[in-house]
C-alpha cells in the first residue's frame, strides 16, 4: 500500500490540513501529493509547467478532486483527465464540501467514480478518510491506460 500515491486537488488550507491529519490518524502512510488549484492538477497529471521535470510517471493510485478551485474548476479538470487517453482511466473521487445536486449529477456524468461530501466534524470526517483510503488504496483494482 505504501507505493500507492494520492493526488489530492485542494486549495482550503485548512481542509487540507484536516485532510493529511486523517490520513495519518488512520494510519495510511501513503505518499500524498497536494496541488492547490486546477491549472496544477492537471500540470501535475500531464507533466507539463512547473511538474515538466516530473515526468509521465508515476500515476496516483487515486485522485481526490474539490470542486471550487482557483483557476480551474474540478468539474474541467475531471473533463479533462477522462478526455486524455493517459488519465482516462484514473480513478477520481470527488471529495467535496458542496451539497449541489448538480454538482454530483455533472460530477457522474463526466465520469468521476464517487462523490463523498466532506463532512463538518473531525470524527465522521476521519472515519470517511478511512474509508476513502482503505477502498481506494487497498481493495480496488485499476486498470492500466492503453
Same mark, same amino acid.
Given at each position: 500500500m505504501k507505493n500507492k500515491m494520492i493526488l489530492? !486537488?485542494?486549495?482550503?488550507? *485548512?481542509? @487540507? $490540513? &484536516?485532510t493529511l491529519r486523517a490520513f495519518k490518524k488512520n494510519n495510511i502512510v501513503n505518499e500524498v !501529493?497536494?496541488?492547490?488549484? *486546477?491549472? @496544477? $492538477? &492537471?500540470?501535475y497529471l500531464f507533466a507539463t509547467g512547473s511538474f515538466a521535470e516530473r515526468g509521465p510517471q508515476p500515476m496516483p493510485?487515486?485522485?481526490l478532486l474539490d470542486l471550487k478551485l482557483p483557476k480551474l474548476d474540478g468539474l474541467d479538470v475531471l473533463r479533462q483527465?477522462?478526455?486524455t487517453e493517459s488519465t482516462r482511466r484514473l480513478p477520481v473521487v470527488i471529495f467535496t464540501s458542496s451539497s449541489?445536486?448538480?454538482?454530483m449529477i455533472k460530477s457522474y456524468?463526466?465520469?468521476?467514480?464517487?462523490?463523498?461530501?466532506?463532512p463538518i466534524q473531525f470524527d465522521q470526517f476521519l472515519s470517511a478518510t478511512n474509508q476513502l483510503g482503505m477502498y481506494w488504496l487497498l481493495l480496488n483494482e485499476t486498470a492500466q491506460a492503453k
Open positions: 489530492l !486537488v485542494e486549495d482550503n488550507a *485548512g481542509d @487540507e $490540513a &484536516l !501529493v497536494v496541488v492547490r488549484d *486546477g491549472v @496544477e $492538477a &492537471l500540470d493510485q487515486v485522485i483527465i477522462r478526455a449541489e445536486e448538480e454538482d456524468d463526466l465520469g468521476a467514480n464517487s462523490y463523498v461530501r466532506k
